[in-house]
């Protein structure tokens, strides 16, 4: 039948034969059989693994956010780098695009396929530990293990890889990296570009590039490396990572603090960082989401130090005295990383609280934005204030929490997708809350990224920082991007 069809094809196009068929039939049935060689030939490369079911192709048209996207036309899973190669080669023969996926854990929309001539790349069995080195203190892994299963493994040699996002138990190193990820211990240790030594990725012509080093100091020409770290998947599909490692700490203590409002708890971060004790984790919820996650309707707040051994009492007194001085209750302590990370727990639900919430509320019908600013800790108190006179302003359904150790905010709303004029107001205020980042020098984007839902916001963004002109630098990326992606096939639609 496909054969037929091709035939028929030419002879109405080369033989220029006057047939009454409709164009778009004879269209819609050349792709049809596009599609098919197209998938024929990645089941030549990589063979079971690939997948056109629709169920599957629904599955990878989402990802964690709001974003709606196209079915892709297949999924594939390849093993190793070669493969990976392949595929990228034969999207630029048949000018397809390709979306890399990690666990689709994504918040801003930049794992959803906008096009339906999409290959989405997963790299679920690209997800090996090669070599976990004790002395120089890096792993070198492929991008499809999971987070919390390369720590699990560096615990064994008294290590860890100290970038842990709240979907750790799901997110893939490969994921994170592209991301730009931070997570609940960047009071200390920053994002998923402190921690970053070297990667392996497949560019846009098909090439393998090796970037970055082995060692912690590497200055070989331009910085290659982190351009990729935060690329969303747009300049290449990234197959290996070397990662920095931090020891694990020899002892740990914290506290849950418990609060009235939102300035005494702010005022207590302040606090403890001009003490000058530098915290691990630093963690905080509003009223509404602590009564969401199961704890009390107050402000809730999470520190967390590592110490040395024997410093354990005067760190943890220090941190009881600034919650009490505060006018906070200490509801909470703990002695060891693992009690801690028990206390921890209802702040890593809070996005699956808030998803909850809007569900009950609305429904199938309920439509979740979650933002991701950041603001220089010194204008925390004023950030938090705006953002809860905005809640106020619009009447929108709005909780807030986020990594307040790293000034990291993340306001989530949910309206009834339904209403027309709430979805309108709900899109003004995501707008709004990312203008906060600007107005305070901060960000629009700590660690979510781009995607598809603040391209506009990124404009803004660098138009502050560049006497209202953004085309510059804008011009720049778009350059970068396509001398990395020069056919333009890696995910479309994101960033620029």
């Given at each position: 039948?496909?054969?037929?069809?091709?035939?028929?094809?030419?002879?109405?196009?080369?033989?220029?034969?006057?047939?009454?068929?409709?164009?778009?039939?004879?269209?819609?049935?050349?792709?049809?059989?596009?599609?098919?060689?197209?998938?024929?030939?990645?089941?030549?490369?990589?063979?079971?693994?690939?997948?056109?079911?629709?169920?599957?192709?629904?599955?990878?048209?989402?990802?964690?956010?709001?974003?709606?996207?196209?079915?892709?036309?297949?999924?594939?899973?390849?093993?190793?780098?070669?493969?990976?190669?392949?595929?990228?080669?034969?999207?630029?023969?048949?000018?397809?695009?390709?979306?890399?996926?990690?666990?689709?854990?994504?918040?801003?929309?930049?794992?959803?396929?906008?096009?339906?001539?999409?290959?989405?790349?997963?790299?679920?069995?690209?997800?090996?530990?090669?070599?976990?080195?004790?002395?120089?203190?890096?792993?070198?892994?492929?991008?499809?293990?999971?987070?919390?299963?390369?720590?699990?493994?560096?615990?064994?040699?008294?290590?860890?890889?100290?970038?842990?996002?709240?979907?750790?138990?799901?997110?893939?190193?490969?994921?994170?990296?592209?991301?730009?990820?931070?997570?609940?211990?960047?009071?200390?240790?920053?994002?998923?570009?402190?921690?970053?030594?070297?990667?392996?990725?497949?560019?846009?012509?098909?090439?393998?590039?090796?970037?970055?080093?082995?060692?912690?100091?590497?200055?070989?020409?331009?910085?290659?490396?982190?351009?990729?770290?935060?690329?969303?998947g747009t300049l290449g599909v990234i197959t290996e990572a070397t990662l920095r490692l931090a020891p694990l700490p020899q002892s740990f203590v914290g506290v849950l603090g418990r609060f009235n409002n939102v300035e005494d708890l702010v005022n207590t971060v302040i606090d403890i960082r001009k003490a000058k004790l530098w915290t691990m984790i630093n963690e905080f919820l509003d009223e509404r989401l602590s009564q969401l996650v199961g704890l009390d309707n107050k402000f809730h707040l999470w520190v967390g130090v590592d110490v040395n051994a024997g410093g354990e009492g005067i760190v943890l007194e220090q941190l009881k005295n600034s919650v009490v001085k505060n006018h906070g209750e200490v509801v909470g302590v703990a002695y060891s990383l693992g009690e801690f990370t028990k206390l921890l727990e209802p702040r890593r639900r809070l996005y699956t609280a808030a998803l909850h919430a809007a569900f009950g509320d609305y429904g199938n019908n309920a439509l979740v934005f979650i933002e991701d600013i950041a603001v220089p800790m010194s204008k925390l108190p004023n950030a938090v204030r705006d953002l809860t006179e905005l809640g106020g302003k619009y009447g929108i359904k709005m909780v807030i929490g986020g990594h307040i150790g790293d000034g990291n905010i993340h306001p989530t709303i949910w309206v009834n997708k339904s209403d027309k004029k709430e979805v309108e107001k709900a899109v003004r205020l995501f707008e709004e809350i990312g203008k906060i980042g600007i107005k305070y020098r901060g960000t629009v984007s700590a660690e979510h990224g781009i995607g598809s839902q603040k391209k506009e916001l990124l404009k803004e963004a660098l138009a502050a920082k560049n006497q209202g002109n953004y085309t510059v630098l804008y011009n720049l990326m778009a350059q970068i991007k396509k001398v990395f992606d020069p056919y333009n096939i890696f995910n479309p639609g994101k960033i620029l």
């Amino acid at each position: 039948m496909i054969k037929s069809i091709t035939i028929l094809y030419k002879q109405l196009y080369v033989n220029k034969l006057r047939i009454n068929i409709k164009k778009d039939l004879l269209i819609l049935a050349y792709h049809y059989y596009m599609t098919v060689e197209v998938v024929r030939a990645l089941e030549g490369i990589s063979g079971e693994r690939v997948y056109t079911d629709p169920d599957v192709l629904r599955l990878y048209s989402r990802d964690a956010s709001f974003e709606s996207g196209e079915h892709p036309l297949a999924v594939v899973e390849p093993v190793d780098v070669d493969e990976v190669v392949k595929i990228v080669k034969l999207a630029i023969q048949y000018n397809k695009k390709v979306i890399v996926v990690g666990a689709s854990t994504s918040l801003s929309g930049n794992a959803v396929p906008k096009t339906s001539d999409a290959i989405v790349v997963s790299m679920a069995k690209m997800n090996n530990i090669i070599e976990v080195s004790e002395v120089d203190w890096y792993a070198r892994v492929q991008p499809g293990v999971r987070v919390d299963e390369l720590n699990l493994e560096l615990a064994r040699y008294g290590l860890q890889w100290p970038v842990d996002p709240a979907s750790s138990k799901a997110a893939t190193v490969g994921g994170v990296i592209s991301n730009g990820g931070g997570g609940v211990r960047g009071a200390k240790y920053g994002p998923a570009s402190h921690w970053v030594l070297a990667l392996q990725a497949v560019i846009g012509t098909g090439d393998v590039i090796n970037v970055g080093c082995y060692t912690v100091k590497c200055r070989e020409g331009y910085n290659l490396l982190q351009l990729f770290i935060g690329s969303e998947g747009t300049l290449g599909v990234i197959t290996e990572a070397t990662l920095r490692l931090a020891p694990l700490p020899q002892s740990f203590v914290g506290v849950l603090g418990r609060f009235n409002n939102v300035e005494d708890l702010v005022n207590t971060v302040i606090d403890i960082r001009k003490a000058k004790l530098w915290t691990m984790i630093n963690e905080f919820l509003d009223e509404r989401l602590s009564q969401l996650v199961g704890l009390d309707n107050k402000f809730h707040l999470w520190v967390g130090v590592d110490v040395n051994a024997g410093g354990e009492g005067i760190v943890l007194e220090q941190l009881k005295n600034s919650v009490v001085k505060n006018h906070g209750e200490v509801v909470g302590v703990a002695y060891s990383l693992g009690e801690f990370t028990k206390l921890l727990e209802p702040r890593r639900r809070l996005y699956t609280a808030a998803l909850h919430a809007a569900f009950g509320d609305y429904g199938n019908n309920a439509l979740v934005f979650i933002e991701d600013i950041a603001v220089p800790m010194s204008k925390l108190p004023n950030a938090v204030r705006d953002l809860t006179e905005l809640g106020g302003k619009y009447g929108i359904k709005m909780v807030i929490g986020g990594h307040i150790g790293d000034g990291n905010i993340h306001p989530t709303i949910w309206v009834n997708k339904s209403d027309k004029k709430e979805v309108e107001k709900a899109v003004r205020l995501f707008e709004e809350i990312g203008k906060i980042g600007i107005k305070y020098r901060g960000t629009v984007s700590a660690e979510h990224g781009i995607g598809s839902q603040k391209k506009e916001l990124l404009k803004e963004a660098l138009a502050a920082k560049n006497q209202g002109n953004y085309t510059v630098l804008y011009n720049l990326m778009a350059q970068i991007k396509k001398v990395f992606d020069p056919y333009n096939i890696f995910n479309p639609g994101k960033i620029l």
